[in-house]
Nanobody, 115 residues
Framework: QVQLVESGGGLVQPGGSLRLACVAS????????MRWYRQAPGKERELVAR???????KYADFAKGRFVISRDNAKKTVDLQMDSLKPEDTAVYYC?????????WGQGTQVTVSS
């Protein structure tokens, strides 16, 4: 069982930055694929970025060059650094831990990009 708690969301102006953090509890954190998803009002949840236990990363096209995902297996954390934020990045951001049939979600953190 893995429990995830996100933090770091908030209101930021266009062009600004935010750093989201996700803290996990439970065993074997390093074997999980850790992901950040987001869901904007009226839209489906979409993958933002994922990082494997090895550190290999993958990004959605909209996140490339602006967002960076990182993890610390010893601290059981995964972060999402978001730069050059745009109004269309406004969404609830969710942390996810996945391995085979095991899939865990955090409660989400709101990110609002507005002037």
């Amino acid at each position: 069982q893995v429990q995830l708690v996100e933090s770091g969301g908030g209101l930021v102006q266009p062009g600004g930055s935010l750093r989201l953090a996700c803290v996990a509890s439970g065993d074997f954190f390093s074997i999980y694929s850790m992901r950040w998803y987001r869901q904007a009002p009226g839209k489906e949840r979409e993958l933002v970025a994922r990082i494997l236990g090895s550190g290999a990363t993958k990004y959605a096209d909209f996140a490339k060059g602006r967002f960076v995902i990182s993890r610390d297996n010893a601290k059981k954390t995964v972060d999402l650094q978001m730069d050059s934020l745009k109004p269309e990045d406004t969404a609830v951001y969710y942390c996810n831990a996945n391995r085979m049939e095991n899939d865990y979600w955090g409660q989400g953190t709101q990110v609002t990009v507005s002037s």
